[in-house]
């Protein structure tokens, strides 16, 4: 498969566009997911897990099926980001939705969701291993170096806060409670922060347009929930600690 270059720079402008759009609506108004979900008049559900299993997947299967129908020759550097990409996914495919305690979603959401996760686990993917071109010499390249520390610093801390959210009640409980500790002393929406940072991380790594377009689709699209979810806590607990901030610590 060639690299279609020109296909792949109109889809980073397009997501960024996108991005931005997104991000506008969501300040106006709520995205209907997780709590927010009850607020939206819908006859169709799908159970938390069965709809981030179903709406995660293509990000890791597309590039799978694309890597093994074409089978190209990569290098290491595109093979360690190709490897950062599908891993990610991977967490959040068959480990994430497996464990999540979360709410039903809308199927229009869950829908949405996997056609996004599908096109851009392919262009993601097909930059990857049919575009890049990155040369031994970028294993040793400062912004491969810093862009890893910071994709594996942001996992950490979305997987961490995923944890804490998971631990929050006990079974059959159904109340809201304060997370507490890791990032969530400094932040609302810790997990969002943390896959924020990740997908910055990986931007400085792959030093590329279309990773910078997903990580700026990924700020713009969960930076408002986080914001979301911010005034949500204020709202319903008066105790919640008011030196926290929405996503940014310290600042936002």
Request: aromatic content about 16%.
């Amino acid at each position: 498969m060639h690299c279609h270059g020109s296909l792949v720079t109109v889809y980073c402008c397009v997501l960024i566009a996108g991005g931005i759009g997104f991000s506008l609506r969501q300040v106006r108004r709520q995205t209907p997911y997780g709590r927010y979900a009850t607020q939206v008049a819908s006859r169709r559900w799908v159970p938390a897990k069965p709809a981030w299993f179903v709406q995660e997947l293509p990000s890791f299967l597309v590039p799978v099926l694309l890597f093994w129908g074409t089978m190209p020759k990569l290098g290491l550097g595109e093979t360690l980001l190709f490897c950062l990409f599908c891993g990610h996914y991977f967490q959040r495919t068959f480990v994430f939705s497996l464990l999540t305690k979360g709410r039903s979603s809308p199927l229009r959401i869950v829908l949405s969701s996997l056609t996004f996760c599908s096109v851009n686990g392919f262009v993601q993917s097909h930059y990857l291993l049919h575009c890049a071109a990155y040369g031994d010499a970028w294993l040793a390249d400062w912004r491969l170096v810093l862009g890893l520390i910071v994709f594996f610093i942001g996992m950490g801390i979305n997987v961490h806060s995923d944890y804490i959210l998971r631990n929050l009640r006990k079974p059959g409980e159904l109340h809201y409670s304060i997370p507490k500790g890791g990032m969530f002393e400094y932040v609302s929406g810790a997990n969002f922060l943390g896959e924020i940072i990740e997908w910055f991380g990986f931007a400085v790594a792959a030093w590329s347009m279309p990773a910078l377009s997903f990580a700026v689709f990924t700020l713009c699209s969960i930076g408002p929930r986080a914001y979301h979810h911010h005034r949500f806590y204020l709202k319903i607990f008066s105790d919640y600690p008011q030196s926290r901030k929405a996503v940014i610590p310290f600042l936002f």
